[in-house]
């Protein structure tokens, strides 16, 4: 095995760790702020590339409108949409359950996520639907010296990559962040400051959901867009949240990344793995560090 | 009181509805009730949401039917090895998920059904998408042949009862005690000197085991272990009967497993439109109607 095979399949791995990233991040976000796992997150993944294939090509034939949205406006438009659907959620459910148990959390959320799962599955078919507004400028491979690589995936994972940590900065280095810090910290304190904290988390909501549905519009052009894209895409990330430990926004990005490079690898080397090796790294850290590699105990 | 009438009608309904019902839809309900109960031990009575109780419900019924067909093991035998299976299953998964707390020992248990689930699909005697077909009823104790339809579903029956008051005598005992202290309040639980690690772990080896018990006897009535019974939606399933029927109530999960699976055998000829009404109905059990039936039951005639 060449090294060059393993370096194309870290990199393709590197591709699937972007989107782990995203969905990580996000779902760690939201878990600072509200205490709350949000298994609709792979939903909303779903939901993100779906709207970039409605919006390119059946606008027209489903709604009559003369219109197309390219992948560049969906970039926009996705996120916009799944951040308003969760502000909904949030604004409509999930706030009536924060006074519970943090599982009717989760519970609700996968109830929805059955929801949107089955919507799609009666429209679209369920192995997947190509979708063919991938930019002409972004066709074709670049060299890499060492290989050549599909131009888009390479765009992906460079767009992924600076939308995390431009994520991370604001979050750690701006004044929205530290108020943000400050509410995931003590919100009843953060609140007699006079900040409106009910507010943030709705926002904090709808942003973890619009990254969810910006991964899904990276994801659209690579993969074939189907009503159960998030589904087993969302129990990986929850291993990668699991092994990351939520404490870190920074350990959220990292870990996703690492991970997506680990079972790149594992696809050359040992391939009946390649779709469990991330669970099975799962349960070593369980063993050896329970409270996950950036985690603390709480 | 409540308890009391539900019993007797458990035990008449149950004689008497291979008379006037499709035994096999019976059986299956039966199957779904006994996972059901054996999911609210945990969940109802711990606290503990396990994410990934088809892994022992799918798990035990792969090798049960496996032994059967395979090795020739007698159905009683075969069922059994199914439940041990889950047994050691339920230790593994209950070792490494009680080392983290509340949302993530959810996502922990989720992630391990995948492996068990890939495993499945993967491994070359499970017949992968296809499941594992045609696996032999056989003889009960090399006497009763289990094809006749009434012999199997007394049998089963029988099975679903036994697995009930093992439930039933562990919610009422000492131990099922402290499992609902530890529930209600566990760092008091663990300053009286319990070893709260330990309970849990037994309560979710004991969850499992019957939840393998419940598969395992799927496998022999349908005579076929599916691969769908180990995916992450059937243990979302079982999180909305125990759900409908009444969290931490004795006959709820019973009655929430004949309720959803009534419904999704009902709707079926709806396609995926299935699971968007499964789903409005998780959303709307967890937003207003969280004591479910038995609960609400409870609160109008009083007792637990």
Request: aromatic content about 14%; charged content about 10%.
């Amino acid at each position: 095995m060449s090294m060059q095979v393993i370096l194309a399949q870290a990199l393709l791995g590197l591709n699937v760790g972007v989107f782990y990233a995203m969905l990580s991040l996000g779902l760690a976000v939201i878990f600072g702020l509200l205490n709350i796992i949000n298994f609709a997150h792979g939903a909303m993944y779903m939901l993100g590339a779906f709207v970039a294939l409605i919006g390119y090509s059946l606008l027209d034939d489903w709604f009559g409108i003369s219109l197309q949205i390219g992948f560049w406006a969906s970039l926009i438009v996705a996120p916009l949409f799944v951040g308003v659907l969760g502000i909904i959620i949030e604004r409509t459910m999930l706030k009536r359950l924060y006074e519970l148990d943090h599982i009717y959390g989760l519970l609700l959320t996968f109830g929805i996520t059955l929801i949107l799962q089955g919507l799609f599955s009666n429209y679209f078919n369920i192995s997947g639907t190509p979708y063919s507004g991938q930019p002409e400028s972004l066709s074709g491979v670049v060299n890499l010296g060492f290989m050549y690589f599909p131009t888009y995936r390479l765009f992906a994972i460079v767009f992924s990559i600076v939308v995390c940590f431009a994520t991370w900065f604001v979050i750690e280095h701006t004044r929205l962040g530290s108020r943000l810090r400050a509410g995931v910290e003590n919100s009843a304190l953060t609140q007699a400051f006079g900040l409106n904290v009910p507010l943030m988390i709705t926002l904090t909501f709808g942003f973890g959901c619009a990254l969810a549905g910006l991964a899904g519009v990276l994801a659209a052009p690579i993969y074939s867009v189907s009503p159960l894209m998030g589904a087993d895409l969302i129990i990986v990330v929850f291993a990668v949240v699991v092994i990351g430990g939520m404490g870190s926004i920074m350990g959220a990005i990292l870990t996703g990344l690492a991970l997506g490079l680990v079972e790149g690898i594992t696809k050359v080397v040992y391939p009946p793995a390649a779709n469990t090796v991330i669970f099975f790294l799962m349960v070593l850290v369980l063993l050896f560090r329970p409270a996950g590699l950036f985690g603390k105990e709480r | 009181m409540v308890n009391r009438v539900l019993w007797i009608i458990m035990l008449v309904a149950g004689l008497t509805a291979p008379f006037f019902a499709y035994p096999v839809f019976v059986m299956d309900l039966l199957c779904f009730a006994l996972f059901a109960c054996a999911f609210n031990l945990l969940l109802g009575y711990v606290g503990l949401l396990s994410f990934g109780h088809a892994a022992f419900f799918g798990g035990a019924a792969y090798i049960t039917g496996y032994v059967i067909k395979a090795w020739g093991f007698p159905p009683l035998l075969g069922i059994a090895a199914g439940a041990l299976f889950a047994m050691v299953l339920g230790a593994v998964f209950g070792f490494l998920a009680i080392r983290r707390q509340g949302i993530y020992f959810a996502m922990i248990t989720l992630a391990l059904a995948q492996i068990i689930y890939f495993m499945i699909l993967q491994l070359p005697f499970t017949g992968g998408e296809n499941g594992l077909q045609g696996i032999p009823r056989g003889k009960l104790l090399g006497l009763v042949d289990l094809n006749q339809s009434l012999a199997m579903y007394y049998f089963v029956f029988a099975i679903f009862l036994v697995g009930f008051c093992i439930i039933y005598r562990t919610i009422n005992s000492p131990f099922g005690e402290v499992l609902q202290a530890i529930h209600e309040n566990e760092s008091r639980a663990l300053s009286l000197g319990y070893d709260v690690d330990r309970f849990k772990l037994q309560a979710f080896v004991i969850s499992a085991t019957l939840a393998g018990l419940a598969g395992a006897t799927k496998a022999v009535v349908f005579q076929f272990a599916a691969l769908t019974t180990a995916h992450w939606q059937t243990s979302g399933e079982v999180i909305l009967m125990t759900l409908v029927g009444g969290l931490g109530t004795v006959f709820g999960p019973v009655i929430g497993a004949i309720t959803v699976a009534s419904l999704s055998h009902e709707l079926s000829a709806f396609g995926s439109w299935v699971q968007v009404i499964l789903g409005a109905i998780f959303v709307v059990c967890v937003l207003v109607f969280r004591r479910g039936i038995i609960g609400e039951l409870h609160r109008l005639f009083g007792g637990r």
